[in-house]
């Protein structure tokens, strides 16, 4: 065996070394030198990232999104991932998955270990298929008929167990680490190898001859020899981790080997404050030394040595050596294939373990403050609510100085970074918040109508009584780029629906956002209601707030058609309100007029062309192709210094064509147009359909017939005749400001303001009403009578 690692060119063992190690066989092929194996790309569906891999060991890291830095890692898996659910033989699947990850890892650069367990129930299969045949074979001389009776099978020793199965589960990792082109070695460690001196340093220069090689180590104890376990070893002190089982075997080795990372894959989520499965448990983010009182630990594992409170104990020894611990479910079918590279690329998995505590509340608590916030916020009267909005609305132009100050901080870090147009988007103004003043005023003026309205009242029967009141939605996430302006907006829209809210701006608005939430708190404080709106400042990613399922009811992002793509694609369970593309078109009638048609256009396209509601395709009818009329759209948008891009249809009518557009279906974002031609109002509601975003459409025509038709067979969020599309706006609409707009068929459709955070629920009021009353020989009768609604008093 070393003859042939010899021969490839590796530098020879030290003889010491001999005793643990057993090297797979391997070939020139397979065999991989370090400086060859930089520049090995992505062979696999999990995405190549290439990552800085320098750090000093010493203290763990603190935020998961520093995980990324791990250079050298270690990767436990349970009995648990690595078994099938009989307990005999292993789970292939997962194993496979498992190794292409761990594979990923390792040709980015990483040195990569694996502590496995699964050597007693490859054995135990084993042993089984050999004393079934056994008995087979001797009830056949028996009997002398191929009937078998019942056999039983014996209890099987678990070190028999180990002996037998270790050599093939090592076979079964050679022939999956083999398709990657990546060598595995495998060590058998007991207490011994750790706790006797010289062992210890035997053992530690093999594992890293072994990494120098980009060889990937699979250690495992020995369990044909150990004895077993102490249940009653205190392993509270650092120096005394006594091996128990893998999870107190992964944290020595982890420690010993100064590894940045330590991953641990069981078969529940993470760490539970209570037993997973009871009512109350929830899954813990991040764990913190000293938090073991808050948890309360259940049974362990359905196979192997050690239960979550060992994993916990391994998982603290760990973090005081200085390596990050995170443990995770490394058997659930949807993450599993992806569960080890979410972590190294800190997306929130399982329970991370850290010894820096936040200075804030987590993102979890800031959801329960929002939630029992926005219910307490819900049973204000009307008027209360409207105050703390006129309260905030003093406070923007109260505290404006304040206000401008922080935003130029944001602006001069954001000089040279951000494009023209977001800048713009990140400015305020005296003018801006004196707008965003009046907007609030007007949100307040229609809240006085909003959380309670009865919509419909029915009388079911005598002294039965069904009312639909509206309703806050619950828990809003709106996420924001480049926009302060947004947040005042969004939360007055959210406290006059009775809505708790979790913001989530972008770091390049991080003083002005900070300081209008203070003066939003501040105005929700003259009710006792603060804690209803929260702004995320952790370092959590977008993609991990779109997780959080149980805290959150509805995400409404605000922001580029990339970011809401993003969150559509993120969230799981959570609707999302919004749109990703505003591709806003405008048709020119034959029968439009020429005074409108150029007011129109410019205002659409250049008034603010990052805008959502801004023209991004011109349709123009045939018929005014070379009239006078087209000729001042052409000159009036060089004149704004508009880039041009031809439909099909119009660079075939041009001898000399603009560049022909590489899409129909584009949102520019700036000063360029796409111009195509179609033959009427049918061929251009057909273009919009194909091509649209069903955010907003124009036509222009001077024809009243052609424009109904246009307006009833147009299927999209807003649509207007004669009017620009920068109409499409909450403000503009008269709602005070909007949240977003929407293109979802769903519940709020066009710009979402105050209505659009609203939905119902049923009272019922009776007196002793039963169900078996209304039967056949029941003695009462449904009426289904209409009541009327009463009207509040707005005043």
């Known amino acids: ?41 992505s062979w696999s569906n999990i995405p190549f ?152 340093r035997n053992l530690n220069g093999t594992l890293h001859e072994l990494l120098r090689m980009n060889i990937v180590p699979i250690v495992n104890t020995n369990d044909a020899v150990v004895p077993p376990a102490e249940p009653n070893i205190d392993n509270s002190v650092l120096a005394l981790l006594v091996l128990k089982d893998n999870d107190s075997l992964a944290a020595r080795l982890a420690v010993e080997m100064k590894t940045d990372l330590l991953i641990v894959l069981s078969d529940v989520e993470g760490l539970f404050d209570s037993p997973p499965g009871s009512d109350d448990a929830k899954l813990i983010d991040i764990f913190y030394p000293g938090d073991q009182q808050s948890v309360t630990f259940g049974t362990k594992s359905r196979v192997g040595m050690g239960g979550m409170e060992a994993k916990v104990k391994a998982a603290l020894w760990a973090l005081q050596g200085g390596t990050s611990v ?93 494009a023209p147009p977001l800048l713009k988007r990140l400015s305020l103004s005296a003018s801006k918040l004196n707008s965003l003043a009046i907007g609030l005023r007007q949100i307040a003026a229609s809240s006085q109508d909003s959380v309670g309205r009865v919509l419909r009242r029915t009388r079911i029967a005598k002294n039965l009584e069904l009312e639909q009141v509206t309703v806050p939605i619950g828990v809003l996430l709106v996420i924001f780029e480049s926009r302060p302006d947004c947040l005042p907006q969004v939360a007055a829209l959210a406290i006059a629906s009775g809505n708790g809210l979790l913001l989530k701006g972008g770091k390049e608005a991080a003083h002005s956002n900070r300081i209008l939430h203070l003066l939003t708190q501040e105005a929700l404080s003259i009710h006792g209601v603060k804690e209803a709106v929260q702004l995320v400042n952790t370092r959590e990613e977008v993609e991990d707030l779109c997780r959080l399922d149980k805290m959150i009811d509805l995400i409404i992002p605000r922001g580029s058609s990339q970011l809401v793509r993003d969150i559509q694609k993120a969230a799981k369970g959570i609707p999302v309100m919004g749109h990703s593309e505003g591709i806003c078109h405008m048709y020119v009638d034959s029968e439009a007029s020429v005074d409108k048609v150029t007011r129109l256009v410019r205002d659409s396209k250049c008034e603010y062309p990052a805008a959502c509601n801004a023209l991004e395709t011109l349709l123009i009818h045939r018929d005014l192709l070379r009239t006078p009329l087209f000729d001042q759209i052409i000159d009036m948008l060089r004149v704004e210094q508009v880039k041009i891009h031809a439909g099909p249809k119009f660079a075939s009518y041009l001898t000399f064509s603009p560049s022909e557009v590489k899409s129909l279906r584009t949102e520019y974002g700036d000063l360029e147009l796409c111009i195509e031609v179609v033959d009427n109002v049918q061929d251009a509601i057909d273009h919009i359909h194909k091509y649209g975003s069903s955010h907003t459409d124009v036509i222009v025509t001077e024809n009243e017939n052609t424009a109904e038709f246009f307006l009833q067979h147009v299927d999209s969020a807003c649509v207007f005749w004669n009017a620009s599309t920068r109409f499409s706006d909450g403000y503009r609409f008269g709602l005070g400001a909007e949240v977003g707009i929407s293109t979802s068929r769903i519940h709020a459709r066009g710009p979402v303001g105050l209505e659009g955070l609203l939905t119902t629920k049923w009272l019922l009021r009776g007196k002793d009403h039963v169900v078996s009353d209304f039967s056949e020989h029941g003695s009462l009768k449904y009426l289904h009578e209409n009541l009327p609604i009463p009207q509040r008093n707005t005043n």
């Open 1 to 41: 065996m070393l003859s042939q690692v010899y021969r490839y060119g590796f530098q020879p063992f030290n003889q010491h070394l001999l005793p643990w190690v057993q090297c797979t066989t391997i070939s020139r092929s397979h065999c991989i030198q370090p400086s060859v194996i930089r520049h090995v790309r």
């Open 326 to 418: 995170v443990i995770a479910n490394g058997t659930h079918p949807k993450v599993s294939g992806h569960v080890i590279t979410d972590i190294v690329e800190g997306k929130k998995v399982g329970t991370f373990f850290s010894e820096v505590k936040p200075a804030g509340p987590t993102v979890e608590q800031q959801g329960e403050m929002a939630r029992s916030g926005g219910r307490m916020l819900a049973t204000l009267e009307p008027e209360q609510r409207a105050e703390i909005i006129h309260h905030l609305a003093d406070l923007l132009t109260d505290q404006r100085d304040e206000i401008l100050l922080a935003n130029k901080k944001d602006l001069e870090e954001a000089e040279g970074r951000l």
């Open 49 to 200: 990232i290439t990552v800085p891999l320098s750090r000093t060991h010493g203290k763990s890291f603190a935020h998961r999104s520093e995980l990324k830095h791990a250079k050298r890692i270690v990767v436990k898996l349970g009995s648990a991932v690595v078994t099938r659910g009989d307990e005999c033989g292993l789970a292939l699947g997962r194993l496979a998955s498992i190794v292409e990850q761990v594979s990923v890892l390792q040709n980015q650069g990483r040195e990569m270990m694996l502590v496995t367990s699964g050597a007693v129930a490859f054995g135990k299969q084993r042993l089984r298929h050999e004393i079934l045949l056994s008995q087979s074979v001797r009830q056949a001389l028996h009997s002398g008929q191929n009937q078998l009776k019942e056999m039983a099978i014996p209890v099987l020793e678990a070190r028999a167990c180990a002996a037998a199965g270790q050599s093939g589960l090592m076979a079964l990792y050679e022939a999956m680490f083999t398709q990657y082109s990546i060598c595995a070695a495998q060590i058998l460690v007991t207490n011994l190898d750790f706790h006797d001196e010289q062992k210890r």
